[in-house]
């Protein structure tokens, strides 16, 4: 191990004890419509189940919310309308390289502006998304 590796090594242990206090349901950044954590169940669901632009984009990556709009909101579900920015983990045009320079600059794949409504039930055990629209992978139970 060279020391440059055990100084990035040791960077990574002085972090981890931060990184394990950051709890999403206490932490602003991760609030929604008022709800704590809300943003990050609904972008785990989004990141696991979604796709974009007709399926050619089968990674999506969600990059922010843009808009929120609550259409119901019960004890038992929220409903949210959003909009949000995407770009795809595979398909996002990043890789601006010699093999496919056509795809650089403006004309980038998988990035993007929608939208969305996601239905969310709240349970015992806290937030959960039971529905998203738009396209989604086929999922086995």
């Not at 055990?6 to 950051?22: F, Y």
């Not at 919310?65 to 119901?72: A, K």
């Not at 996002?92 to 990035?111: F, H, L, V, Y």
């Amino acid at each position: 191990m060279t020391m440059r590796s055990l100084g990035r090594l040791a960077g990574l242990m002085l972090l981890l004890p931060l990184c394990a206090s950051c709890d999403p349901y206490k932490m602003g950044a991760w609030e929604l419509a008022g709800e704590p954590g809300l943003l990050f169940v609904i972008q785990q669901h989004y990141e696991r189940n979604a796709l974009e632009e007709g399926g050619r984009c089968p990674a999506p990556l969600l990059g922010g919310v843009t808009r929120t709009e609550i259409l119901e909101d019960t004890p038992e579900q929220m409903v949210l309308r959003l909009n949000y920015a995407y770009r795809d983990m595979i398909r996002d045009g990043d890789d601006c390289s010699r093999m496919r320079p056509a795809r650089c600059g403006i004309m980038r794949e998988c990035r993007g502006f929608a939208e969305r409504t996601f239905t969310v039930a709240r349970t015992e055990d806290g937030l959960e998304v039971v529905g998203m629209t738009g396209p989604q992978r086929n999922r086995r139970r």
